[in-house]
């Protein structure tokens, strides 16, 4: 596969640094960006691990948002590139691109890949039901913190490197692109590599958390994925959009499902959802009035200050209630029962009879279709002979993929026994 280490078209003096990756070999960074995640709003995410508590299953998995955002930023360069190659006479001809416009929208792309993360909370994801809500009184997500990071705190480190002004961009059409919203206008094409069922986060977390915990679930080609992207043209007026050629629609298969066994195998591990409660629980008695600041004015700066290191501290101090004790002593809650993933209407019927019969020995109940991680939603647009299909007219697989409705129970470690013996009774196995 070519390298995305190349001299930047529209900047060919800038200097150029490597950082050595276990996934990608080398990733290159110009002096523009390699000024950027020098700044201390990007240096935060060393101090954010990806995985939140998964080193206690896994202990592999101490990798941080850091790297990952590196790797993302890398294979953003790679899709990218390829689609530049696959269909450059869509682009010139449908989007209007010159060999400037090629530029630009190259170096957009890897800034909002790069950036994509850097609102990350403490410990990733495992924290984030506990972001604030707006005035519309819909929750933040972790997008909104890193768009108005990128508009504030690294406004100046995008705008003012003498190489911006190569490329006619604001720290706003960052955001926008990170976002997704309609402030990235003719750029919002490129916001499938930032975000969608084939995008570059999705690539390099996979491969990178399979690495690091050992485990194979998440391997797929990612060569071969990477070659066969392409723009397809749009259809009754729509604009183009990202997809694959017919060639390649194994790999884009092997990519779902390795993001399927990857939650199902990791992500929803009884133990790891478990840390997650508990993190969760131990937050809320850490954090002033149990959520974390708003991603605006003196509250986004406060955010800023909180990540792993920060809360680690509290914890060892003693503090995150009993939540923050059963981290510390590694005492979780344990998984008394479990619905099938399917979760049909036998197993909820089972599942009522459970609760009722384990009352308040509940400590808590988790459901996969309420993670963070979703599965579900696969079909990949696939380019053959001038027709457009989904990837489910092509994988019988990916065709009768369901979503995971997994719910899971847990109870304290002291109510194991009498646990399970309530689940026999409601089951009628005692």
Same mark, same amino acid.
């Given at each position: ?63 941080? *948002? ?60 495992? #924290? ?51 976002? #997704? ?9 490129? *916001? ?21 915990? #050992? ?31 017919? #060639? ?79 981290? *510390? ?102």
């Amino acid at each position: 596969m070519q390298d995305c280490f190349e001299l930047d078209p529209l900047v060919a003096s800038t200097r150029q640094y490597e950082f050595r990756c276990p996934i990608h070999g080398f990733i290159h960074l110009n002096d523009w960006e390699m000024g950027i995640i020098s700044e201390r709003a990007f240096q935060r995410l060393r101090r954010i691990r990806q995985l939140a508590w998964t080193d206690y299953i896994y202990p592999g998995g101490m990798h941080t *948002r850091f790297e990952h955002s590196l790797g993302v930023m890398h294979v953003a360069t790679l899709l990218y590139d390829s689609i530049v190659r696959n269909s450059r006479e869509l682009l010139e001809s449908e989007m209007k691109y010159d060999e400037i416009g090629f530029g630009r929208y190259r170096k957009l792309v890897r800034l909002a890949a790069l950036l994509h993360d850097v609102g990350h909370g403490p410990f990733s994801h495992a #924290g984030e039901d506990l972001l604030p809500v707006n005035e519309r009184n819909e929750q933040y997500a972790h997008e909104h913190y890193s768009a108005a990071i990128v508009r504030t705190l690294l406004k100046s480190a995008i705008e003012d490197h003498p190489d911006c002004n190569n490329y006619g961009f604001t720290a706003e059409d960052v955001a926008a692109l990170i976002e #997704g919203t309609a402030g990235a206008k003719q750029g919002i094409f490129w *916001r499938d590599i930032i975000s969608s069922q084939i995008d570059a986060d999705r690539m390099d977390y996979l491969l990178r958390d399979s690495h690091h915990l #050992g485990v194979a679930y998440g391997k797929f080609d990612l060569h071969r994925l990477v070659s066969s992207v392409r723009a397809i043209p749009g259809i009754r007026g729509a604009s183009a959009r990202l997809g694959i050629s017919e #060639g390649g629609f194994h790999a884009a298969e092997a990519l779902v499902l390795a993001r399927y066994f990857m939650f199902t195998q990791v992500y929803f591990h009884k133990t790891r959802v478990a840390y997650d409660v508990h993190l969760r629980g131990a937050l809320r008695e850490i954090l002033p009035n149990g959520k974390f600041p708003k991603p605006e004015g003196a509250e986004l700066r406060e955010f800023m200050k909180w990540d792993d290191w920060r809360v680690l501290g509290h914890l060892a101090d003693g503090r995150g209630g009993d939540h923050g004790e059963r981290l *510390r002593e590694r005492r979780h809650f344990r998984r008394i029962h479990a619905t099938n993933e399917a979760c049909t209407a036998e197993d909820l019927a089972d599942l009522q009879k459970i609760r009722a019969e384990l009352g308040s020995m509940i400590a808590a109940e988790e459901s996969a279709s309420k993670s963070w991680y979703k599965t579900g939603k696969t079909d990949i647009s696939v380019f053959s002979e001038r027709e457009v299909f989904p990837l489910s007219r092509y994988s019988s697989v990916i065709a009768n993929m369901k979503s995971n409705g997994q719910i899971l129970l847990y109870v304290k470690p002291e109510d194991v026994a009498a646990g399970s013996a309530a689940v026999r009774k409601a089951l009628g196995k005692s």
